[in-house]
């Protein structure tokens, strides 16, 4: 397989996402392992229990992106239609998985739960989609191709995604991504002393001298912390870059810039006390 470096972008499905009453942690779960596995995430996207909305979103996504991954939408109540809305956007049928539904029947064998007949919602995935056990819950995931784009659905339940993901799913990206890793590096410098608008204004310059690399500021009163990232293939120039980076970081901030590892200020302090045996 040709190694190519993957575009991503995460769906969550789900009106108690989209209106905040659940926060998506899922996302950003996902996200952070993308990242680690070396697949950037461009983007991440919400959508309610709305089929056209979620097929809609589908469509899009796998035209700009080589990899969409979906939580939510696969159990058995009538909210539930993140398959139908997938087989829609791929063009397809849903059909009964008898995969799906060995998947199911295991899960209750196991826990020594009544099969209901609502539950057989959770076998019909989208034609031609690749079953994905879930030996954690009762909903299966599935994997399809729509165009050159490779989507992985998987169920909304953090418990349950988290395990396909990580036992099921990244296996197979990782195989899909090839040699074709970027690697991320990241660096934070801490600073005490100065308003967040003059650490800004000290950064000017920073895209000139690094433009490849990105910086964030947070704020964390009475600390502030400017953290430096980038992409690339090869991790000791990745490395490289974001120490440079931090250095000339550290050089315009001056004595107020007491961290190039992030520390706060109470560990940094807490680290010099120990050190002159002052504690």
């Known amino acids: 397989m040709k190694a190519k470096l993957l575009k991503a972008e995460i769906l969550a499905t789900g009106n108690e996402v989209l209106t905040g009453v659940v926060a998506d942690t899922n996302s950003a779960y996902i996200a952070s392992r993308l990242e680690e596995t070396g697949i950037e995430v461009r983007r991440h996207v919400c959508v309610g229990d709305d089929p056209e909305l979620i097929a809609d979103a589908v469509t899009e996504m796998c035209k700009r992106s080589d990899l969409v991954i979906v939580t939510g939408g696969l159990g058995p109540t009538g909210d539930d239609i993140t398959a139908g809305a997938v087989a829609k956007a791929a063009g397809k049928p849903l059909v009964f998985s008898k995969e799906a539904h060995r998947s199911m029947s295991a899960y209750f064998e196991r826990r020594k ?142 004595d107020c810039a007491f961290s190039d590892n992030g520390a706060s200020l109470p560990e940094v302090v807490g680290r010099l006390l120990l050190s002159q045996k002052e504690t």
């Open 113 to 254: 739960k009544q099969f209901q007949r609502s539950d057989t919602k959770q076998a019909m995935l989208p034609e031609g989609a690749e079953c994905i056990a879930n030996e954690v819950g009762t909903a299966a995931g599935f994997s399809i191709k729509i165009g050159k784009c490779h989507l992985f659905a998987m169920p909304g339940v953090p418990r349950e995604m988290k395990w396909m993901l990580d036992a099921k799913v990244l296996p197979r990206t990782e195989a899909l991504a090839g040699s074709a890793r970027m690697y991320t590096a990241k660096k934070t410098v801490s600073v005490f002393g100065l308003p967040e608008a003059v650490v800004g204004e000290r950064m000017a310059g920073f895209d000139e001298a690094f433009p490849d690399a990105a910086y964030g500021i947070r704020v964390s009163f009475p600390e502030i912390f400017v953290t430096v990232s980038t992409r690339k293939q090869d991790p000791a120039e990745a490395d490289s870059t974001v120490n440079s980076a931090c250095s000339w970081i550290v050089a315009r901030i001056g």
